[in-house]
């Protein structure tokens, strides 16, 4: 139930989406938001599939909104968050730790992690 919960935190970067005029940005983060609560909500392959092109929608739009800003110094703080949420979730998932932890409940709280560090990542994206 933690992630549903932790899934809320991506409103915050559709208002910031909003605010800075970023309406396609927020749309993606408003899709993202709905899938992942429905896929912590109502786990199957379908919900997955959709969640997980949402995630990818988002980090190729976030991405180019950062390569086209690469002129600024504070583009690297980005990187070292998108490199640690790759460690956390795909690392992990090699070893199976982290948010693949065989104890669901260490596992999802990694994940709701990885969900802050996403929100922020992308807040950055959006400041620079």
Do not use: E
């Not at 786990?43 to 002129?71: C, H, M, V």
């Not at 640690?84 to 070893?95: C, T, V």
Request: net charge positive; aromatic share 20%.
């Amino acid at each position: 139930m933690i992630l549903v919960y932790s899934s809320f935190i991506f409103i915050t970067n559709i208002i910031t989406t909003l605010y800075f005029n970023y309406y396609l940005y927020a749309s993606w983060f408003t899709l993202l938001t709905i899938t992942s609560v429905c896929y912590h909500t109502y786990t199957n392959i379908y919900t997955k599939i959709i969640d997980k092109f949402a995630i990818l929608s988002i980090i190729l739009y976030g991405g180019n909104l950062l390569y086209t800003k690469k002129n600024n110094r504070n583009i690297y703080l980005v990187i070292i968050l998108f490199m640690l949420s790759i460690y956390i979730y795909g690392y992990g998932y090699i070893i199976q730790q982290y948010c693949h932890h065989p104890n669901l409940r260490i596992g999802n709280k990694y994940h709701c992690l990885l969900h802050i560090i996403s929100c922020i990542a992308h807040h950055l994206i959006i400041f620079i």
